[in-house]
């Protein structure tokens, strides 16, 4: 779909290994209609040719200030007006902290001074160059001018680190312009989300917990936050990285998510409760490992508080979506929790037959006070996609 047709795009190209990234960027950006012109710092010349963006953005590259100036149609301050979005993608450590400056030593810099429309930016840089306090200080600043800050994502580096740094993949920046142009259904809306396991000690190395892998919450993070929401995840332990723009809250146990969720309640809109929490808690944890004995052991196990139906029982509560994990009777068992704990949505999934706990894919029967709704078997980021949709309609409903 041409998303992006008459939308002028300048990309704006600054030395890092992520640059080329930025060739795949180029091309997704023209196939969704946009049109794009490439900006490139010195120091970006050094990882990637601007022949590669030249032969796919179709226009030539400007690479210093004299190329603009010589170029009759459109010197530096008209290329600035033209584009509809400064893109700065990879961003380096050393642009930010010039940009930030107000520096104009070289074509980009200039433009991004001179740019009336928005500037984005999307951060590449090593972990410990991100995680320094000045780099910190550079982006918080930049931000609180109105600069969007797209990423950075965590994962692996090209210098072997691991860690918050890497450029957002050419299709999440895609996506990132496409809603910049059409905001989404969620826009302006906190939502609240538990994901994952909880962990219920027995004794300081022990612990009952279960199968989920939070791939499904973590899914969703990423879907609400693609339609505009501003998301607040609180996750229980999971293998899982972070999802890049999402505010993340990691905790253990029931009671430690219980307390997160309780204090983040009053700020939500939407509560979407993903996490498998554990329904029992080990009555008296022991302070010191368990030896063994020959004799038989138990354990007295008490029940949790339901952090679901505790924020759906609040005085100002939001609108509340639960999930309902069933083997058998689905229809009949899920209907019954939305009643018994007050809830505006729930979202029904049969465990077992390759869909639910630790899979990748998921099939959802879900279900609200006047209607329901099937999502097909499909992967759990399709699911997502289509249960935030599906959350945005019955949330923006249920304000009229
Ligand atoms: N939930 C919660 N806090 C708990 C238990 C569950 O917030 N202490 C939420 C889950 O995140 C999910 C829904 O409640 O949204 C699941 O409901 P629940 O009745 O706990 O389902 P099951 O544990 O599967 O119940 P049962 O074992 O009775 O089927």
Same mark, same amino acid.
């Given at each position: 779909m041409q998303t992006l047709s008459n939308k002028k795009i300048l990309l704006g190209i600054t030395g890092g290994i992520a640059a080329y990234k930025s060739a795949e960027l180029v091309r997704l950006l023209i196939k969704a209609g946009a $049109? &794009?012109? /490439? /900006?490139?710092?010195p120091s970006a010349q050094e990882f990637v040719q601007?022949?590669?963006?030249? =032969?796919?953005?179709?226009? #030539?590259?400007?690479v210093d200030l004299f190329d603009a100036e010589a170029d009759s149609a459109m010197d530096h301050?008209?290329?600035?007006r033209w584009c509809d979005l400064l893109l700065v993608a990879p961003a380096s450590a050393d642009f930010l902290g010039k940009m930030n400056a107000g520096y104009a030593d070289n074509l980009l810099l200039t433009l991004c001074l001179a740019a009336k429309q928005s500037v984005a930016v999307a951060p590449a840089m090593n972990q410990q160059m991100w995680a320094n306090p000045a780099t910190q200080e550079n982006v918080k600043q930049l931000a609180a001018r109105q600069v969007i800050v797209w990423g950075p994502a965590e994962g692996e580096q090209a210098c072997g680190d691991v860690g918050a740094g890497r450029m957002l993949e050419a299709a999440q920046l895609l996506d990132n312009v496409q809603r910049h142009f059409s905001p989404g259904r969620l826009e302006g809306v906190n939502l609240l989300l538990t994901a994952g396991p909880t962990r219920e000690a027995i004794d300081p190395v022990r612990y009952i917990s279960n199968r989920s892998s939070g791939k499904m919450g973590y899914a969703i993070a990423e879907a609400a936050m693609r339609q505009g929401a501003s998301v607040t995840l609180v996750s229980g332990p999971v293998s899982l990285a972070a999802p890049a723009g999402a #505010?993340?809250?990691? /905790? $253990?146990?029931?009671q430690q998510m219980l307390d997160a969720v309780m204090q983040q309640a009053s700020e939500a809109d939407v509560f979407v409760a993903c996490a498998a929490v554990s329904d029992y808690r080990v009555d008296q944890a022991a302070q010191q490992?368990?030896?063994?004995?020959?004799? =038989?052991?138990?354990?007295?196990? &008490?029940? @949790?508080?339901?952090?679901? =139906?505790t924020v759906s029982a609040l005085e100002r509560r939001p609108f509340c979506v639960g999930f309902a994990a069933e083997t058998q009777d689905v229809e009949q068992y899920a209907l019954a929790k939305m009643e018994q704990k007050n809830l505006d949505m729930i979202a029904a999934n049969r465990v077992g037959d390759g869909s639910g706990? $630790?899979?990748?894919? @998921?099939?959802?029967? &879900?279900?609200?006070?006047?209607? #329901?709704?099937t999502i097909e078997h499909a992967g759990k980021a $399709? &699911? =997502?996609?289509q249960l935030i949709d599906l959350i945005a309609e019955r949330y923006t409903a249920s304000l009229a």
């Open positions: $049109e &794009v012109r /490439v /900006v490139m710092t601007p022949l590669t963006y030249q =032969a796919l953005s179709g226009h #030539r590259v400007y301050i008209e290329l600035a #505010r993340l809250i990691s /905790v $253990e146990s029931a490992k368990i030896k063994k004995s020959d004799a =038989a052991m138990s354990l007295k196990l &008490v029940l @949790n508080d339901d952090i679901l =139906a706990f $630790e899979t990748d894919f @998921n099939q959802l029967e &879900v279900f609200w006070r006047a209607g #329901r709704q $399709e &699911v =997502a996609k």
